[in-house]
């Protein structure tokens, strides 16, 4: 995963660029979301928008490289299950 700066990229509302600032949490629930997820509140400082945005981004090469590592996993458990096997 590659970390992302969400407050240079675009309003999801207004798609301004460069104008989002980190919110703070207002509820109990928002604290939690954001402890335990991904996930901090921004706002817009043009049009007001306040939402939820990400701070890692998955790009294509980072897709990739998680479906080969969980491959090779699975490869590497069917030959350790078949070598148990055999042994047993």
């Known amino acids: 995963m590659t970390l992302g700066n969400p407050p240079y990229s675009k309003c999801p509302s207004c798609k301004s660029e460069n104008t989002l600032r980190n919110s703070h949490t207002q509820s109990i629930s928002e604290k939690i979301i954001r402890t335990i997820t991904w996930y901090e509140l921004f706002r817009c ?6 939402g939820w945005k990400s701070n890692y981004l998955l790009s294509v090469r980072t897709v990739k490289k998680i479906f080969f590592y969980l491959l090779l996993m699975i490869l590497a458990s069917v030959i350790v299950f078949n070598i148990l096997k055999m042994v047993i």
Do not use: E, P, T
């Open 45 to 50: 400082s043009k049009c007001g928008w306040r």
